[in-house]
């Protein structure tokens, strides 16, 4: 199985919004629902950050919304702040009844 | 409040097998909500799920590592585990144990703090 595509990075000003894209198959994100995002800071171990495409864990920034069309999902967040500065990496399950990641997107907050 | 931990060594020999424990705490790992699963992540690099497996002992593993690597759980140790053999260099990484939360949710809810392994004679 192939990792999920994701740009290596992606920037945005303090207050701005992003958008990071999951680019995967008809295996794994065009058929499940089941894609995930996480937030790596360095050092540190992943949190997730959105699940089952559009939800939000409690606890989670409403800035932080999910979506998906076809084969590729989608991460924006919105009013950009210093802190969500970190990786970001998408997960889908796939038909194999596994799970792939994607290559992961450094977020630099400028 | 659910938690998961890693321990293991942190040095393996090259063609030796690599294995580590999680322990859960917080709750049952027989719990039937949640998968258990272990991700690596290698040095500079990108996550990579390992494998899953459910307290029945169901198991699944990455395709890249099958024959290579076996789960295991033991509810009587609130635990499961991880072994790889044949461990090469290419398999130092940082070790995550994790909850996957199972249908109608399905993603990794609870990430343990990870443990670093090096494969190094």
């Known amino acids: 199985q192939s990792a999920l595509t994701q740009p290596a990075s992606v920037s945005g000003s303090p207050g701005q919004s992003i958008t990071m894209s999951c680019t995967g198959t008809s295996s794994d994100v065009g058929s499940y629902n089941y894609v995930s995002w996480y937030q790596q800071h360095p050092g540190k171990a992943p949190k997730v950050m959105i699940y089952d495409v559009s939800n939000r864990p409690s606890g989670v920034s409403s800035r932080f919304s999910g979506s998906k069309s076809g084969n590729t999902a989608s991460l924006t967040i919105s009013g950009l702040q210093a802190e969500d500065e970190a990786d970001y990496y998408c997960s889908s399950y796939t038909s194999s009844n596994t799970w792939v990641f994607g290559g992961g997107t450094k977020l630099t907050v400028l | 409040q659910l938690q998961v931990q890693e321990s293991g060594p942190g040095l393996v020999k090259p063609s030796e097998t690599l294995s580590l424990t999680c322990t859960v705490s917080g709750g049952s790992v027989s719990r039937g909500s949640y998968y258990w699963a272990w991700i690596r992540q290698p040095p500079g690099k990108a996550l990579e799920w390992t494998g899953s497996?459910?307290?029945?002992?169901?198991?699944y593993y990455s395709p890249s590592l099958k024959g290579r690597v076996t789960m295991s759980v033991d509810t009587s140790k609130n635990q499961f585990s991880l072994n790889l053999t044949s461990v090469t260099a290419a398999d130092t990484a940082v070790y995550y144990c994790?909850?996957?939360?199972?249908?109608?949710?399905?993603?990794?809810?609870?990430w343990g703090r990870g443990t670093l392994v090096t494969v190094s004679s």
């Open positions: 497996i459910y307290y029945s002992g169901t198991t």
């Open positions: 994790a909850a996957l939360r199972a249908p109608p949710y399905f993603y990794f809810d609870l």
